[in-house]
Each structure stands twice: as C-alpha cells, then as structure tokens.
C-alpha cells in the first residue's frame, strides 16, 4: 500500500482522538506510549521513530522478541514524534505491515491463505512440515499462537477450504473492535509457526 494511503487511513483513525494499536497507544499530538503507561511522568522520550526498532527489540527484562506481535512489548518510553510520516514509520518498527493489513482488511479486499496453501510452497529443510496433519496443526496453533506468549494478531485463515480451525480458535473475521483501535489482523501462518509444525512433524512417535 502507498505511504499516502497509509497516512490518510492513520489520519482518519486519529480524527477521533488517540488510537490503539496492538500494545500502544497513539494520541492526535503524535505520541505513542505502551497503554499501560499513559499516568506515568517517567518515562523515557524520544523523538527519532527508528527509535522504534530498539523499542520493539527486547522485553521488560532484556529477552529479545522474536514475534513483534507478541504481547510482551517493553514499558517506560514515550514517541514524540513530528507528524502522521513519522508515526506511521515507527508502528511500522513496532508492528510490521500493521497499518497496511488492517487498511486493506477494512476495504474488504484481505485475501486469507489457508494453512495448507503456505505449507505447500515449502521446500528444503521445511517440506516435511506439509506432512503436518490437521490434528496437530490445531495442536501447534493453540500453543503458539494463543499460548504463552501468544500473539495479538486476529487470524482470518483456516487449515483448509475444508477444515475449519479448531473449537476456540475460530478465525475472527467478524470480530468487533472498538472504533478506536487499529486491529492486528494475521493473513497467512508466519514463519515461527511453519517452523513449530515442522518440529511436530519430526518428533519421534
């Protein structure tokens, strides 16, 4: 999606007032903060948006994030930051392709790939995970993506045309969110859960 898109779709969110993505807040003056730290006077301010990627890099306690989807986001800093460019640059740091997947996603025109679709495009050390069967991909997907840590991203694609997901994890196409907040939507399986199914499929019986 082109960067003015990006900045008309931010725009039109933040016309409202402040605005939630994932774990953050963003307010009209272009500030983002974590949402658990809008009474805090301490914290930590910066005004450069690459700033954004050491943000996103570690936990509270120092643990690198693989998944910036992960609802483990680090406390105690502040964005100030000097316009819509600069606040789309840095939730782009914070969550990658956010912006663009929610726009697209709320013009209807979101296409989901099932499970089965980015299993099949596998090749190398990762083909074997195709061997996955739907029982264990219900298996992995609960544990990775509604474990712990978990992720934030609403999944809209099931395991196939014919298998639904399993029985609370039903993709949530239909969810509500408040009018507020910037949804985290998931289009396709990422590369930690490929990763996690091909282990399943490895182990020995």
Known sequence: MMMDSLLDFLGAK???GPCRVGQVVVSGDFCIRHEEDADRDDLVRHSDPH?????????????????KTAPNLAHGWLLDLGGLSEVTLALNFLY?????TAAVQESGRLAAVDLRQTLARQTGMYAV??????AQADEVIGRVCRGRPGCLRG???NISPERQLACGLTPVKNRDFAQSE???WCAEACNLLVAEGRTVV????
Request: a positive charge; zero cysteines; glycine letters at 4%.
């Open 182 to 184: 910037i949804p985290l």
């Open 155 to 157: 999944i809209v694609w």
């Open 14 to 16: 933040l016309a409202d």
């Open 51 to 67: 700033e954004a990627i050491v943000i996103a890099r570690y936990d509270d306690a120092g643990k690198y994030r693989p998944l």
């Open 96 to 100: 990658p392709a956010a912006l663009g």
């Open 129 to 134: 995970v195709k061997k996955i069967t739907d």
């Open 202 to 205: 490895k182990k020995p019986s």
